[in-house]
């Protein structure tokens, strides 16, 4: 294990961190001010590196000049933002290659923040999780859960005050299939074009919106492009906008928006529902107790 913590205390690479190259249980506690600075940044690298973990509290900082990896190839690794503690990188990784599952990313507390340029939940990996709470922030280009075919069951939670900004997209199911994500309890999320189901291989992926001040606002919204049985759950008093266009089956079959018990639904321009060809077929927009608001009808 290593702690830096106290104002000035600095602990500066060169080259590359690894917490756990090779081995397991490793920790790194960064708090009450204290900073560590390198280029890449791993926790967990190869199959063997199993339950590492990175504090970032109190004030602390962990600055990565390039890449973020929370499992490598390895499982069960863990990075905790939490207090005010802030992380920096370019791209960022929640389970690298296709064997590193588990893995997971907890940003919490006001001023707790994690800024990267992507951040990729699932590159090829499956079941990890990266999770925004109580008023912690999390800031970037696109977001991805879920991005190659074998990257599936990953999520993202939003809850109670949390907040994602995607700059760029927002993919729920690039190419994985079964991935999701939950905006609760007050979360919000920001984004450009948002899609659920990518590719013809992303099918099943979900996003669930629920709960007063619950929030997703995005330039436009694609549930389903060339692939199967996607669905968007507006509920509770959640509310989804987008600026733009939304399309419910594009080249793809049995996606689905429900809005229910309070959740609202506002659609900039276009309300589209299996378009193009006759594979989009029994996709479908339901209403119960909720609301759906189109500009052009």
Do not use: H
Not at 128 to 146: E, P
Request: proline share 0%; hydrophobic share 35%.
């Amino acid at each position: 294990s290593v702690l830096v913590t106290g104002a000035n205390s600095l602990w500066t690479n060169s080259g590359e961190f690894k917490v756990g190259f090779s081995g397991s249980s490793n920790s790194l506690v960064i708090s009450n001010g204290g900073t560590v600075v390198n280029s890449a940044g791993y926790i967990g690298f190869t199959n063997t590196a199993s339950n590492n973990s990175v504090l970032v509290t109190d004030g602390g900082t962990w600055t990565n000049s390039s890449s973020l990896t929370i499992g490598d190839s390895g499982s069960g690794n863990s990075l905790v933002i939490s207090n005010g503690g802030t992380v920096a990188s370019g791209t960022g990784y929640i389970g690298f290659t296709n064997i590193a599952s588990n893995n997971s990313v907890l940003v919490t507390g006001e001023g707790s923040a994690w800024n990267g340029s992507i951040i990729l939940v699932g590159l090829s990996g499956s079941s990890n999780s990266l999770v925004i709470s109580d008023g912690g922030t999390v800031a970037n280009g696109n977001g991805v859960i879920g991005a190659d075919e074998s990257s599936s069951n990953n999520s993202v939670l939003v809850t109670d005050g949390g907040t994602w900004t995607n700059s760029g997209e927002l993919y729920v199911g690039g190419f994985g299939s079964g991935n999701s994500l939950v905006i609760s309890n007050g979360g919000t999320v920001a984004s450009g074009i948002g899609y659920i189901g990518f590719t013809n291989t992303a099918s099943n992926n979900s996003v669930l919106v629920t709960g007063e001040g619950s929030a997703w606002n995005g330039s436009s919204i694609a549930v389903g492009l060339y692939s199967s049985g996607n669905s968007l759950v507006i509920s509770n008093g959640g509310t989804v906008a987008a600026a733009g266009d939304v399309f419910v089956g594009i080249f793809g079959s049995s996606n689905s928006v429900m809005i229910s018990n309070g959740g609202e639904f506002f659609v900039g321009t276009n309300l589209v529902i299996s378009a193009l060809g006759a594979e989009s077929s029994n996709n479908s927009v339901s209403i119960s107790g909720g609301s759906l608001t189109v500009t052009n009808g």
